[in-house]
T-cell receptor
């Protein structure tokens, strides 16, 4: 398996523009997570899906952020409109094993977003 | 709720020095414990894990023992290399949920 695949790897956009980040989880994994990493706040969980259903979105910072998982092999995180404070590295992770506590999450390489 | 506390970094060591990064946790339910490593410009990758008390996870010379009595999972390595320079995250998951709870990360810098 190629692992968790994120695109793009880097994104530079102007303030006010819409940004869409994409993630393809590992085949067969039923949980998908979106994280944001910054120097100031470290690693933050934004939202996670189980069997394509959003379970906990309490980490989504505000209404400008939205996430979808239309099927088991694809998810998007959208920011509209983007602001400079959204600049960060965004990671997607997936996990199998259901509610078993013994399986780890696998992370993608991340998307480095810069909003100017 | 669940939480993970790691020692603050950065930790700066000379090559071949002994490494300890402390990790303690609180959890609702019985957790599995993980250490992840993040090299510069990359995503997090699993370094080792332990799923029950007294288990020792090990990989690439790193070790950590699941200590239920002290709720700890300290990461150790006997002789660090420059290539070990990275950020290390301690994490847990319990049988009551599906989410990994991460600590704040500890940056390790190894100098030649």
């Amino acid at each position: 398996d190629a692992g968790v695949i994120q695109s793009p790897r880097h994104e530079v956009t102007e303030m006010g523009q819409e940004v869409t980040l994409r993630c393809k989880p590992i085949s067969g994994h039923n949980s998908l997570f979106w994280y944001r990493q910054t120097m100031m706040r470290g690693l933050e969980l934004l939202i996670y899906f189980n069997n394509n259903v959003p379970i906990d979105d309490s980490g989504m910072p505000e209404d400008r952020f939205s996430a979808k998982m239309p099927n088991a092999s694809f998810s998007t995180l959208k920011i509209q409109p983007s602001e400079p404070r959204d600049s960060a590295v965004y990671f997607c992770a997936s996990r199998g094993g259901g509610v078993s506590r013994n399986t780890e999450a696998f992370f993608g390489q991340g998307t480095r977003l810069t909003v100017v | 709720g669940n939480s993970v506390t790691q020692m603050e970094g950065p930790v700066t060591l000379s090559e071949e020095a002994f490494l300890t990064i402390n990790c303690t946790y609180t959890a609702t339910g019985y957790p599995s414990l993980f250490w992840y490593v993040q090299y510069p410009g990359e995503g997090l990758q699993l370094l080792l894990k332990a799923t029950k008390a007294d288990d020792k996870g090990s990989n690439k010379g790193f070790e950590a023992t699941y200590r239920k009595e002290t709720t700890s999972f300290h990461l150790e390595k006997g002789s660090v290399q420059v290539s070990d320079s990275a950020v290390y995250f301690c994490a847990l998951i319990t049988n009551a949920g599906n989410m990994l709870t991460f600590g704040g990360g500890t940056r390790l810098m190894v100098k030649p």
